[in-house]
């Protein structure tokens, strides 16, 4: 006899969890689908650079010559089709990564130019948008734009075709996930447009990715159609929640190694940068990856559908295409957006005792409200909410590492919060 884990639930709730069941089932056969295929991809790659246990021992101070640091770092520019890469537990976090890579690319006098709208608040730091903090891209003569979204979360394509004249433009950006906008995350076929008309536009520019949240969400990524550097975070999705900290670029040659100088100093490059006692993490997350990618986008597909049926707006809906695991809930009002939150506290294996409070957080503009009861401390691939307190008051939900674990969370915070009192 199997013992039912809806047996305490409200009878309502039990059976729109039945309804949804039903609902989703073709949905998730066809993730298991991608995952294999992912899968596939990464298990080859494995094997092609006969990966052993001597690439699992790590390098202290310099990190010379650092065999296992340099096999993972070729591993990620073959799935990732690109000549190079730079897989690091030195980057504090992906933003870090794009700082690097932004960095490493402008100059004074330079232009950095995003194609997708304005980006996410921590972003907006580096580049002296926000926060006016030190060693910002405005504080080193560095140059901004960005053509907005039209109403209908598209690219102005009319408009950016007319801004990318200016000659100062040396980088062209493309945020692949939502941030705390209000749009959709860009699908790898809106992106495939993007890079196509940039390049017939802008030949001469070098195209920036920030890929957070997005990788193995498809079964292709930017880099396969000529995005010329990409970035993402080792304790998001390439790290599957093993990885306890780090982040990745991956693109051109000459790029990663300008990358690597900026990262470390110029001479030395990706040349230095010991690995202490992360690779086996580094790796066994890599080859994890795929599988809880696909376990975090059955859980947002749930998500999806559950509070669909509680009335909720969400994007994206549970069938739409997906290209990242953010899921997103709109409330309208702060004070339940604040309790579900706190349920996802709640039905965490870490620190299920404490309520989130919404504070100011260093790179963001309003207070955030954060939920994240994870092993690794930030980590999004792990079932995680937060949200900036002001309208219309969205909450973004990410993660998590099984979807057993998001279902019943999930569930259980519509429990908490439209079924008690």
């Given at each position: ?9 409200p ?14 089932a ?16 990464v298990?080859d790659?494995f ?41 690091r ?14 960095f ?25 948008l926000?926060g ?27 408009k ?15 945020q ?27 030949p ?68 230095e ?15 994890m ?18 509070l ?22 709109t ?5 339940p957006?604040v ?6 506290q ?5 620190n299920?005792?404490?309520d ?8 963001y ?42 279902k ?14």
């Amino acid at each position: 006899m199997v013992l039912s884990w809806k047996e305490n639930l409200p009878k309502e709730l039990s059976a729109k969890v039945d309804k949804v069941d039903q609902l989703i089932a073709s949905r998730l056969k066809e993730i298991d689908e991608q995952v294999l295929y992912n899968q596939q991809r990464v298990l080859d790659l494995f094997r092609k650079h006969n990966v052993g246990e001597e690439d699992l021992v790590p390098s202290t101070g310099y990190g010379y010559d650092d065999i296992g640091r340099d096999k993972i770092e070729q591993i990620y520019a073959d799935y990732f089709k690109t000549d190079d890469a730079l897989v690091r537990n030195q980057f504090s976090s992906g933003t870090h990564a794009i700082a690097t890579a932004l960095f490493s690319m402008l100059r004074p006098g330079d232009t950095l130019y995003y194609l997708t709208g304005t980006p996410y608040d921590t972003i907006q730091e580096v580049i002296g948008l926000a926060g006016n903090k030190p060693g910002n891209m405005k504080e080193w003569g560095i140059n901004f734009k960005t053509t907005e979204l039209l109403p209908n979360n598209e690219v102005d394509y009319e408009k950016a075709r007319k801004d990318l004249q200016d000659k100062s433009i040396r980088v062209v950006a493309i945020q692949r996930s939502l941030g705390y906008a209000v749009r959709p995350s860009f699908t790898m076929a809106k992106i495939k447009k993007m890079l196509k008309f940039i390049k017939e536009v802008r030949p001469d520019v070098n195209i920036f990715i920030d890929n957070c949240y997005g990788e193995f969400s498809e079964c292709e990524e930017p880099t396969f159609y000529g995005a010329d550097m990409m970035a993402g975070s080792l304790f998001k999705n390439a790290g599957a929640g093993i990885v306890k900290g780090g982040a990745f670029l991956v693109g051109r040659k000459d790029l990663i190694e300008q990358a690597g100088s900026r990262l470390n100093v110029p001479g030395a490059g990706k040349g230095e940068g010991p690995t202490w006692g992360f690779l086996r993490d580094i790796y066994q997350g890599f080859f994890m990856a795929p599988h809880t990618t696909g376990e975090a986008l059955k859980g947002m597909v749930y998500t999806a559908a559950l509070l669909e049926e509680m009335g909720m707006k969400v994007m994206p809906k549970w069938n739409d295409p997906r290209t990242d695991i953010v899921q997103t809930v709109t409330f309208g009002d702060p004070d339940p957006m604040v309790k579900f939150c706190a349920a996802i506290q709640h039905y965490s294996p870490m620190n299920s005792f404490v309520d989130p409070i919404p504070y100011h957080q260093d790179g963001y503009e309003d207070q955030v409200v954060m939920a994240s009861g994870s092993f690794v401390e930030g980590s999004t691939i792990e079932l995680s909410s937060d949200g900036p307190i002001r309208p219309p008051y969205r909450l973004y939900i990410q993660g998590g590492l099984s979807y057993a674990h998001d279902k019943i969370a999930i569930t259980r915070a519509v429990e908490d919060t439209f079924y008690k009192k």
